[in-house]
């Protein structure tokens, strides 16, 4: 079991800047990998940015070059730098954890923080 527990969203104008931060029940070393994802109103969750354990990185192309994922498990914790943000950036924010065992996967997610891009 991991719990995710989201901070950092808000309000930004466009071009603006935030760091999400996603905090895990424990540690994060092992878990297979930690992302991030995002909802708009009307659409289909989708994902963001990844990271495996191995720090081998994944980008929606909407966000490559603005959006920097990266991790801390000294401190259990992942993190998405936001930069030059657009209204198109705003929705729900997801963190998201996958863990596997031999034969099954397990998907945990956070309860989201709201990212609002507007002038």
């Known amino acids: 079991q991991v719990q995710l527990v989201e901070s950092g969203g808000g309000l930004v104008q466009p071009g603006g800047s935030l760091r999400l931060s996603c905090a895990a029940s424990?540690?994060?070393?092992?878990?297979?990998?930690m992302g991030w994802y995002r909802q708009a109103p009307g659409k289909q969750r989708e994902l963001v940015a990844a990271?495996?354990?191995?720090?081998?990185?994944n980008y929606a192309d909407s966000v490559k070059g603005r959006f920097t994922i990266s991790r801390d498990n000294a401190k259990n914790t992942v993190y998405l730098q936001m930069s030059s943000l657009k209204p198109e950036d705003t929705a729900v924010y997801y963190c998201?954890?996958?863990?596997?065992?031999?034969?099954?996967?397990?998907?945990?997610w956070g309860q989201g923080t709201q990212v609002t891009v507007s002038s």
């Open positions: 424990r540690s994060i070393f092992s878990i297979y990998a």
């Open positions: 998201n954890a996958v863990t596997t065992t031999a034969t099954l996967t397990y998907n945990y």
């Open positions: 990271m495996t354990s191995g720090s081998t990185t």
